[in-house]
């Protein structure tokens, strides 16, 4: 386990974007990362990487980035009702979601198919058709790189919000997190409320599911709408769906009726970002390799050869674009390493 100079980021990065790192290291065990921490370059700050699913490299990472390696998944405990599992943060986080639908267990089907790591989940507090990670959430060990001290997290701890959590906030880069527990059912209570999961569950004739066919489904709409990294370079959403104030919701639909919007509590309504971005105008939209999906208005994509600074500015135009026309301002759902 050494560090290595100069090293190319684009086999790390489900954008496929080539940036490279100054100084790259993977771990496996907490013993490897303590000793990559102690032996670390001076005068570099430290960045974690996973699946490298959820970012955009516009340049080259000046910082010790260390690749996320710990596998490993046990159960911890369980009774008739329910399984504690633990899971390493370096495991590819649809195998966890195989590992528990093959069991029967409940609480990931929704989940299918999120791009990756465990390690990474918590962080935006994943989520995908009416579940977030948070519900089943128990408990995450993380170690503070400046201390090297081991610390749990528990629910209250991740201050778990709409794609949030502390490590997006206070606890930003300070932690590796380890290992993450979460609580499953043995009989579960499946979540169907949203629409296209019932539509496609009545296309098959399923009238009684079970964890596997929710999580069939959620593949088979996933692959319908979202492209596959592997073939097209994306980050899944790259916009947050904003969060706007009822009274401006109203005032939009008053001139866009067909605006699609979830209203929550404390008068704000949650807009379709993927909708203000094809009513704009921009959906299947190519600037060289730099594009926005034709099937998902809300996944930018590298065709090719994009730079990270290409999908910046075509990120740029559309918030500025979306702004003038509802007065509405997206926010990157990824995070930009600029
Ligand atoms: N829509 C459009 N045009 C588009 C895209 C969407 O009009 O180009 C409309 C759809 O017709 C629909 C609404 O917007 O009425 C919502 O679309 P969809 O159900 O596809 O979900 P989303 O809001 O675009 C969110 C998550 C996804 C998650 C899906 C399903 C965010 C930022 N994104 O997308 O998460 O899979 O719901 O639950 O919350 C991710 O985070 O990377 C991700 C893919």
Redesign the pocket.
Known sequence: MNWISNASLKDYNTFGIEARAAYFASFDSLESLKELLDSKPEHFPIMILGGGSNMLLVKDVNACVLHHNVKGIEVISENEKEVLVRAGGGEVWHDLVMYSVNRGWGGLENLSL?PGYVGAAPIQN?????VELKDCFVSLDAINIHSKRLHTFNHALCEFGY?DSIFKNGAKGHYVILNVTLRLQKNPRLNLG?G?IQKELENRGIKNPNVKDVSKVVMAI?RS??PDPMVLGN???F???PIVSVAMADSIQSKHPDL?RYDLPAATSKL????L??QAGW?GYREGDAGVHEK???VLVNHGKASGEDIWNLATKIIEDVHAKFGVRLEP?VNILQ
């Open positions: 999120i994943i989520g995908a058709y009416g794609r949203y296209a996933r709408k979202l980050s899944g959403s916009f947050k769906n699609v379709a970002a993927g909708w971005i094809e959906k998902q208005a809300l759902e």
